[in-house]
């Protein structure tokens, strides 16, 4: 107990702050310009917003992705972004689901596991695409194992492109789809 | 000298005079590939005594085992690499078989770290691997049409391919005997994998692992691509291990070429990779002790990685360090105000994880998880050919950056952690000792970081041949072997992660542990399913 008192005294809130704060003297080192956060699909009414604005629930489905995109959902969770504040939390089943947040081109091993998945969500449902692969097939587009883009199994609503895109970029587009 | 203490010294000398001596009638070629790869052309039929005596009698261990098509000759030719440590030696065992008739003798029951291997060869090329305990497929997941060989020179994608999840496990009969399937698609943010339990109560009796779901064919992919392409595909197999990639995979192009890196590149490659292994290391101690409940430890572990991943962002561009590491150096610099940064950001991080691995071991309800659980013996380990901070838990003291020095490993000066229980507790300790390491290794780096130039310009493939490039993986031994075709594009591509090796343990380790420490114990490996996959 002593410990955990220590630590977060130590620390402090950090939720929205930089972890590793640059000086004012040394800019960032060049990204590459990311791609634009695409909200398509019907689903987007405003009703579905106003029913899921203050709590939605994602599932988190992986059809192929390298783990980038999954370290990146899973830093959603961390102090510093801490995507719980939003309302937004990921859940263990489809069932309890709102959203289906998708990574991977899909490969094609697992695309009977992302339609089994859609099907067990109660609908109305949101599909979110997150990361290039999962946007378009991203680097493997080509391959005869993958699909180019979660699009070409189910539905998508929300395209959150990236490799990976960064935690605050798919909170962006979280926030984005529902806010408009 | 007795035999015992022959066997710790001087494997390659050891092997070389065995194979002249003892296998003389069977040695068809050898030749020095380069520096450190010595290769011997056998016999198919000999291919199973051979190795054999590299592995049992002179102490090498397997790398990475694949097929070659070569259908201008007729025939596929076999590859098995075996590491001579401690000599920075390899030696490549290699046997051809003609096209058509694709049978050869599986060494599995001799070299157990060829299991995996040989039933991807299997689906991979359509080569029958006689004897083997276990041919069931590995990457071909039901519903594959007959004849479908992705590693095959003449492959043409087929169409309307179908995927039903059908798989023969091994049942397990008795009384009282409950079958609990698990996956693909997890509880949690996870990678996709299958794992069927054999229990009698919560006791797990045994556990078969399937894998192949992310299967994305990335080595055809990579067929015939330039070289940028290629390593734009190398270094998305992983994301956590992306920049290990990357370096494996430079380091193979450039032993192809005939080049070396220059210092400083060198220098920087040591510095990112020790990167990468902190915010790897931070981020499985987080996952244990999730698994355990510990909350706030786990909080602090992502914090830890969330601050060095912000550093590889601010300094390189990247969070998982992409377009950091190309076959000839590296892409960005740092000048001196960047590196009194990264040592001011740096430093109060040894001093965060002392205090996380305090907290954690002083904690009894996490310890009374931790300590006994999903204990690997050092021989099975040894066996099956485990790697990395899970083999180094057990005992067995390797480290790539210590046999087969990369980058500027040669000239550093760091300890190499191990434990001998090879149980949960463990491997958590190693990686948290792995990471005061590596902060160490960064410490000299930046003291002593050398001039000079980030690129040596010009990199030339000559059309083929090979080369091999073994890096320390976060996970472990990482090792990436290409051949290069004409006009600087990369002919074949062969990769095998420290994952694939280490994945067949984790079904040792959690036999007798009991069910809910499945997670756990899985944690405590963190092995990836998308670089084993491919």
Known sequence: MWEILVTSLKHGVVTAKPAARLPADLAPAPRHADGEIELLGQALRAEIRRVFRSSMKLRHVDCGSCNGCE??????LNPFYDLQRFGIDFVASPRHA???????????????????????TPRPRLIVAVGDCACSGGFCAGSFATRRGVHEVVPVDVRIPGCPPRPEEITRGLLKALRG | MNEQTNI???????????????????VIDADRNSMREHQVVVPAARLREVAAAVHREWGGALITAFAL????????????????????AVITLIAAIPADDPRFPSVTSEVQAAHWLEREMQDMIGLVAEDHPDPRPLVAHDGWPRGCHPLRRDFTPPAGMSWPPRFAFTPVEGEGVFEIPVGPIHAGIIEPGHFRFATVGESILKLDVRLGWKYRALETLARGEPVARALEIAERACGLCAFSHALAFSGAVEEAAGVLAPPRARALRSLAGELERIYNHCSDLSGILLDVAYAVGAAEGQRLKEVVQQVCDALFGHRFLRGLCVPGGVTRDLDDAQQHWLRAVLAPV??????????????????????????????????????????????????VRRIHPYAFYRDLDFQVPVRNRGDVLARFSV???????????????????PGGLLMEEGVALPAGRSGLGLVESPRGL???????????????????????????????????????DFPLINKSFNLCYACVDR
């Not at chain 2, 990686?431 to 970081?449: C, F, G």
């Not at chain 2, 994952?499 to 040792?508: D, E, K, L, R």
Request: charged fraction near 25%.
């Open chain 1, 71 to 76: 370290s990146e959902l899973q830093a959603l």
């Open chain 1, 98 to 120: 709102d959203a289906l947040v998708v990574t991977g081109p899909p490969a094609l091993h697992l695309e009977e596991a992302l339609r089994l998945t859609d099907e067990a």
């Open chain 2, 8 to 26: 710790e010294l001087f494997p390659l000398e050891r092997t070389l005079r065995g194979l002249r001596e003892r296998f003389a009638d069977a």
């Open chain 2, 69 to 88: 098509d070569e259908p201008e000759h007729g025939r596929i030719r076999l590859h098995y690499l075996f590491s001579m440590a401690p000599d920075d």
């Open chain 2, 350 to 399: 040894r001093g965060d994880v002392e205090a996380l691995v305090h907290a954690a071991t002083s904690n009894a309800a996490v310890m009374d998880r931790l300590a006994e659980a999903g204990a690997l013996g050092q021989e099975p380990a040894r066996d099956l050919g485990v790697v990395g901070p899970a083999a180094r838990a057990c005992g067995i003291a390797r480290d």
């Open chain 2, 431 to 449: 990686k948290a000792d792995e990471t005061y390491e590596s902060l160490n290794i960064i410490d000299q780096m930046l003291l002593h970081l």
């Open chain 2, 478 to 516: 990482l090792s990436h072997w290409i051949r290069a075709g004409e006009g600087g594009t990369i002919d074949e591509w062969r990769m095998r992660s420290a994952s694939h090796a280490n994945w067949p343990a984790v079904a040792i380790a959690v036999l007798d542990n009991i069910v809910p």
